[in-house]
């Protein structure tokens, strides 16, 4: 394990990290605990990788973690609300949240949010980006707001194949560490010949040759492996590249790939739907309610198989960029204010940070509620069907959404479209 990387706030961060990005839920937790075995003490997660809770089941206090907030959550309210679930979900503070993406006129708010959960809400000890150029960057930086609170990190798509140096350089000299995501990317960069050369003259595999070269480039490298043998080989130490390999690996970015990754960037900061759906991420009291954690004693769910299955590689850069999560659709409409600080001070405007709590209700939705770290705000996990207590109109008149689902879900009734019906019960109520 390489020595820890110093941020420019003086703490230490693991470089290596645990990617959470495609670690299905029902995994989430193993993977993690293996992860942990394996010698990972840093976390890569977000609200849109779909599996806090289950992440955070496995997760010790000696782990890092690190969120990052949606471009649908792109008003202020919005993107403290999604921190303030994480760290629900999580049952813990966070040790870094990011801008997931430079939303174009919002991002400025979001990173004003973010400042808000670290210095007043004090939820969050570090703050940073994900997916900032330059120019993005630079828009940051006019607000006044990188000098109230400087991002820790910008977390950036960099390998072997999409290497963009002015922007890796960039960063680092102004001491904001550079995470390097898909240093694999996811897989298909095993396959190349350069690679395959590099590790064939080290013996050692081709992902601890493009782990290797993020490392030597000063970089954090964020990997992602749901399997334990493949989570030990990427930690494995070696001696490392001489400056031939690091030439030659230099040199497989190409224009087409530069390409690729202008599109994906313009089109995540055009807006994704999350896997929520399109808009902010719901608040906890609309999300259905967990599944029964395991027992600690318990078997863990999937034992390390003998053989290591084998790898999909993925053909292409843009088939590989893209989440499991529906459509595209457009950015949560409404706030087009843009930064809201003058650009010759450094101070945060009072509504944003001076009252407690979440200052200014979202017009769009409810917020979820101030909770202590570890409270857990959802009911208890569904009783299996046969053990469903009886229901009669009083109780259910007294139950939250929340509790009437896990309640028709343990009936094993669909609860699919519950809340459109209660809304539209709700309209005529009114009407
Ligand atoms: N900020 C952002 O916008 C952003 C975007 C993308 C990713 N990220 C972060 O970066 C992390 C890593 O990126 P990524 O997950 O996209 O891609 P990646 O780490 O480049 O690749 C992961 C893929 O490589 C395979 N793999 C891992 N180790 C291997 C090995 N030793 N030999 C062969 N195959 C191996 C994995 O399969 P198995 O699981 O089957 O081993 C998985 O399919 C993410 O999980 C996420 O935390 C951030």
């Known amino acids: 394990m390489p020595p820890p990387m110093l941020l420019n706030d003086g703490t230490e961060m ?35 990788y779909d599996n806090e809770r289950e992440a955070g089941r496995s997760l010790t206090e000696e782990c890092w973690y690190t969120t990052k907030v949606w471009t649908t959550d792109s008003t202020f309210e919005d993107a403290v609300a999604s921190v303030k679930r994480s760290r629900s979900e999580l049952g813990r503070d966070l040790d870094l949240a990011l801008v997931h993406w430079p939303v174009p006129g919002k991002h400025v708010d979001m990173y004003r949010a973010l400042v808000h959960c670290k210095e007043e809400l004090k939820i969050v ?23 109230v609170c400087r991002p820790v990190v910008n977390q950036i798509e960099v390998s072997p194949f999409l290497y963009r140096k002015e922007c890796v350089d960039y960063f680092q000299e102004k001491h904001i560490v ?29 992902a601890q040759v493009l782990i290797k070269w993020g490392l030597q480039k000063g970089l954090c490298v964020c990997v992602k492996s749901s399997n334990a043998t493949r989570m030990a080989e990427n930690l494995k130490e070696w001696w490392g590249l001489d400056m031939d390999d690091v030439s030659a690996l230099d040199a497989l970015t190409t224009e087409e790939a530069l390409a690729a990754w202008r599109a994906h960037y313009e089109k995540r900061r055009a807006g994704t739907a999350g896997p929520w759906g399109p808009g902010p991420r719901p608040i906890l009291e609309d999300v259905a309610p967990p599944a029964p954690e395991p027992s600690p004693d318990a078997p863990s769910p999937s034992p390390e ?13 843009e088939a590989a960029a893209d989440a499991p999560a529906p459509e595209p659709a457009a950015v949560a409409d409404a706030d087009t204010e843009t930064c809201r600080v003058d650009s010759s001070t450094v101070e945060i405007p009072a509504q944003a940070l001076e009252e407690p709590g979440d200052p200014r209700p979202s017009p769009k939705r409810a917020r979820v509620d101030e909770a202590p770290a570890v409270a857990e705000p959802e009911p208890a996990p569904a009783p299996a069907p046969t053990a469903a207590p009886e229901l009669d109109a009083a109780t259910v008149k007294k139950m939250t959404v929340a509790k009437l689902r896990a309640a028709l879900a343990a009936r094993g009734l669909d609860t699919k479209g519950l809340k459109a019906a209660l809304q539209a019960r709700l309209l005529e109520a009114i009407a």
């Open 125 to 147: 000890k570090r703050i940073g980006l994900s997916n900032y150029t330059e120019d993005d960057y630079e828009e940051l930086e006019k607000s006044g707001l990188v000098k």
């Open 305 to 317: 198989p003998a053989a290591v299955p084998p790898i999909e590689p993925v053909p292409a850069y």
């Open 178 to 206: 550079v995470q390097a995501f898909k240093p694999l990317q996811r897989g298909a960069a095993l396959q190349n010949d350069t690679v395959k050369a590099i590790a064939r003259k080290h013996s050692v595999t081709e």
């Open 14 to 48: 693991p470089q290596i990290a645990y990617g959470l990005y495609q670690v299905k839920k029902d995994e989430a937790t193993r993977c993690v605990a293996d992860a942990i075995k394996a010698g990972y003490a840093h976390f890569d997660g977000a609200a849109f």
